[in-house]
Protein backbone atom coordinates (compact mmCIF):
# COMPACT_ATOMS: atom_id res chain seq x y z
CA UNK A 1 0.00 0.00 0.00
CA UNK A 2 2.84 2.07 1.06
CA UNK A 3 4.08 2.05 -2.57
CA UNK A 4 1.32 2.49 -4.40
CA UNK A 5 0.61 5.91 -2.31
CA UNK A 6 4.09 6.84 -3.22
CA UNK A 7 3.38 5.97 -7.06
CA UNK A 8 0.27 7.97 -6.83
CA UNK A 9 2.09 11.21 -5.33
CA UNK A 10 4.96 10.69 -8.32
CA UNK A 11 1.98 10.42 -10.51
CA UNK A 12 0.17 13.06 -9.62
CA UNK A 13 3.26 15.69 -9.56
CA UNK A 14 3.60 14.66 -12.74
CA UNK A 15 0.68 15.48 -14.23
CA UNK A 16 0.83 19.03 -12.51
CA UNK A 17 4.16 19.58 -14.40
CA UNK A 18 2.53 18.48 -17.44
CA UNK A 19 -0.44 20.42 -17.87
CA UNK A 20 1.19 23.62 -16.39
CA UNK A 21 4.18 23.23 -19.15
CA UNK A 22 1.62 21.66 -21.64
CA UNK A 23 -0.46 25.29 -21.51
CA UNK A 24 2.43 27.23 -21.32
CA UNK A 25 3.51 25.64 -24.57
CA UNK A 26 0.03 26.03 -26.15
CA UNK A 27 0.03 30.26 -25.12
CA UNK A 28 3.91 30.64 -26.84
CA UNK A 29 3.40 28.03 -29.92
CA UNK A 30 -0.73 27.32 -30.45
CA UNK A 31 -2.18 24.30 -29.73
CA UNK A 32 -1.93 22.81 -33.44
CA UNK A 33 2.44 23.12 -33.01
CA UNK A 34 1.50 21.79 -29.28
CA UNK A 35 0.00 18.51 -31.06
CA UNK A 36 2.76 18.10 -33.49
CA UNK A 37 5.47 18.37 -30.86
CA UNK A 38 3.35 15.48 -28.35
CA UNK A 39 3.14 13.38 -31.75
CA UNK A 40 7.16 14.20 -32.43
CA UNK A 41 7.46 12.51 -28.60
CA UNK A 42 6.22 9.63 -28.66
CA UNK A 43 8.28 6.57 -29.14
CA UNK A 44 10.00 5.62 -31.75
CA UNK A 45 9.63 9.49 -33.35
CA UNK A 46 12.49 12.10 -32.88
CA UNK A 47 11.87 14.64 -30.39
CA UNK A 48 13.48 18.02 -29.44
CA UNK A 49 14.79 18.19 -32.88
CA UNK A 50 16.11 21.78 -33.26
CA UNK A 51 19.70 21.90 -31.53
CA UNK A 52 20.27 25.77 -30.68
CA UNK A 53 16.82 27.23 -31.67
CA UNK A 54 15.46 25.41 -28.96
CA UNK A 55 13.80 27.07 -25.73
CA UNK A 56 13.96 26.12 -22.35
CA UNK A 57 10.48 25.80 -22.34
CA UNK A 58 10.21 23.40 -25.02
CA UNK A 59 13.20 21.32 -23.82
CA UNK A 60 11.43 21.23 -20.17
CA UNK A 61 8.25 19.90 -21.73
CA UNK A 62 10.30 17.50 -23.92
CA UNK A 63 12.10 16.31 -20.23
CA UNK A 64 8.36 15.70 -18.69
CA UNK A 65 6.97 14.02 -20.94
CA UNK A 66 9.55 11.80 -20.88
CA UNK A 67 9.71 11.86 -17.58
CA UNK A 68 5.84 10.43 -18.00
CA UNK A 69 7.27 7.65 -20.06
CA UNK A 70 9.62 6.32 -17.62
CA UNK A 71 6.56 6.19 -14.65
CA UNK A 72 4.56 4.54 -17.18
CA UNK A 73 7.77 2.03 -17.51
CA UNK A 74 8.48 1.74 -14.23
CA UNK A 75 4.47 1.13 -13.16
CA UNK A 76 4.64 -1.77 -15.59
CA UNK A 77 7.89 -3.45 -14.28
CA UNK A 78 6.50 -3.25 -10.73
CA UNK A 79 3.75 -4.82 -11.50
CA UNK A 80 4.58 -7.28 -13.32
CA UNK A 81 7.43 -8.03 -10.78
CA UNK A 82 5.48 -7.69 -7.69
CA UNK A 83 1.80 -7.74 -9.08
CA UNK A 84 -1.02 -6.96 -6.56
CA UNK A 85 -4.43 -5.17 -7.50
CA UNK A 86 -2.93 -1.68 -6.30
CA UNK A 87 -0.41 -1.99 -9.05
CA UNK A 88 -3.02 -2.89 -11.50
CA UNK A 89 -5.10 -0.29 -10.54
CA UNK A 90 -2.66 2.50 -11.08
CA UNK A 91 -1.86 0.77 -14.15
CA UNK A 92 -5.40 0.74 -15.88
CA UNK A 93 -5.55 4.52 -14.14
CA UNK A 94 -2.76 5.81 -16.24
CA UNK A 95 -2.58 4.04 -19.55
CA UNK A 96 -6.91 5.18 -19.58
CA UNK A 97 -5.82 9.00 -18.98
CA UNK A 98 -2.99 8.87 -21.16
CA UNK A 99 -5.29 7.18 -24.01
CA UNK A 100 -8.08 9.81 -23.73
CA UNK A 101 -5.49 12.69 -22.67
CA UNK A 102 -4.55 11.62 -26.45
CA UNK A 103 -7.23 11.17 -28.43
CA UNK A 104 -8.49 14.76 -26.89
CA UNK A 105 -5.20 16.37 -27.62
CA UNK A 106 -5.43 14.93 -31.13
CA UNK A 107 -9.14 16.13 -31.56
CA UNK A 108 -8.25 19.44 -30.66
CA UNK A 109 -5.42 20.18 -33.03
CA UNK A 110 -8.00 18.21 -36.04
CA UNK A 111 -10.54 20.36 -35.28
CA UNK A 112 -8.44 23.68 -35.60
CA UNK A 113 -9.13 25.53 -38.45
CA UNK A 114 -6.32 25.33 -40.68
CA UNK A 115 -4.01 28.81 -40.75
CA UNK A 116 -5.59 31.92 -43.19
CA UNK A 117 -2.76 32.67 -45.45
CA UNK A 118 -2.62 36.38 -44.69
CA UNK A 119 -3.57 37.00 -40.69
CA UNK A 120 -3.98 40.43 -39.68
CA UNK A 121 -1.98 40.67 -36.61
CA UNK A 122 -1.90 44.33 -35.50
CA UNK A 123 -3.81 46.90 -37.28
CA UNK A 124 -2.56 50.52 -37.95
CA UNK A 125 -3.70 53.83 -39.42
CA UNK A 126 -4.60 54.27 -43.23
CA UNK A 127 -4.74 50.73 -43.70
CA UNK A 128 -1.29 49.54 -42.70
CA UNK A 129 -1.28 46.46 -40.63
CA UNK A 130 1.70 43.35 -39.90
CA UNK A 131 0.21 40.27 -40.96
CA UNK A 132 1.46 36.32 -40.74
CA UNK A 133 1.34 34.93 -43.85
CA UNK A 134 2.10 31.49 -44.76
CA UNK A 135 3.47 30.19 -48.27
CA UNK A 136 1.68 26.90 -49.74
CA UNK A 137 1.44 25.90 -53.38
CA UNK A 138 -2.17 26.19 -53.05
CA UNK A 139 -1.86 29.92 -51.69
CA UNK A 140 -2.28 33.03 -53.39
CA UNK A 141 1.02 33.80 -53.03
CA UNK A 142 2.35 30.23 -55.13
CA UNK A 143 4.22 32.35 -56.89
CA UNK A 144 6.44 33.53 -53.98
CA UNK A 145 7.76 30.08 -53.19
CA UNK A 146 11.18 29.69 -55.18
CA UNK A 147 11.52 33.58 -55.29
CA UNK A 148 14.57 35.65 -53.72
CA UNK A 149 12.87 38.85 -52.17
CA UNK A 150 14.97 41.03 -54.22
CA UNK A 151 13.27 39.45 -57.34
CA UNK A 152 9.60 39.90 -55.44
CA UNK A 153 9.93 43.55 -55.48
CA UNK A 154 7.89 43.91 -52.31
CA UNK A 155 9.06 47.39 -51.41
CA UNK A 156 6.52 48.63 -54.77
CA UNK A 157 4.05 46.98 -53.60
CA UNK A 158 3.83 48.64 -49.85
CA UNK A 159 5.31 45.33 -47.94
CA UNK A 160 8.35 44.95 -45.87
CA UNK A 161 9.17 41.44 -45.01
CA UNK A 162 10.36 41.77 -41.16
CA UNK A 163 10.97 37.73 -40.05
CA UNK A 164 10.82 34.25 -41.60
CA UNK A 165 10.05 31.48 -39.60
CA UNK A 166 10.98 28.43 -41.36
CA UNK A 167 11.06 24.76 -39.49
CA UNK A 168 11.80 26.39 -36.15
CA UNK A 169 14.29 28.77 -37.53
CA UNK A 170 13.35 32.36 -37.51
CA UNK A 171 15.19 34.77 -39.88
CA UNK A 172 14.89 37.99 -38.60
CA UNK A 173 14.98 41.23 -41.20
CA UNK A 174 15.83 38.82 -44.21
CA UNK A 175 18.13 40.08 -46.51
CA UNK A 176 17.07 40.26 -50.20
CA UNK A 177 18.76 37.09 -51.64
CA UNK A 178 17.07 34.89 -49.15
CA UNK A 179 14.84 32.14 -51.12
CA UNK A 180 11.22 32.00 -50.21
CA UNK A 181 10.35 28.22 -49.63
CA UNK A 182 6.31 26.26 -49.02
CA UNK A 183 6.01 26.31 -45.48
CA UNK A 184 7.78 29.61 -44.83
CA UNK A 185 5.69 31.56 -42.29
CA UNK A 186 6.24 35.06 -42.99
CA UNK A 187 5.90 38.41 -40.38
CA UNK A 188 4.84 41.29 -42.92
CA UNK A 189 4.64 44.97 -42.23
CA UNK A 190 2.31 47.07 -45.06
CA UNK A 191 -1.05 47.32 -46.87
CA UNK A 192 -2.47 43.96 -48.07
CA UNK A 193 -5.72 45.31 -49.65
CA UNK A 194 -3.71 47.02 -52.99
CA UNK A 195 -2.01 43.18 -52.98
CA UNK A 196 -4.43 40.61 -53.20
Not at 22 to 46: D, H
Not at 90 to 111: E, H, I, N, Q, V
Not at 166 to 185: C, H
Amino acid sequence: MREFLIQLVALFLWSLAFFSLYRRQVRSAGPRETASLLNRLFPGRTGCDGGEEENSAKIRFYLVVKVGWLLFAACVLRFFLAPDYYGLLLLLFMTGGAFFCWRYLSRRARAMPAPADWERIYSLPEDYAVFLATLNRKGTEENWIGATLSQLDLRKKNLLVLAILRSERLIVFPKGQEVLAAGDRLLIFGRKEKNS
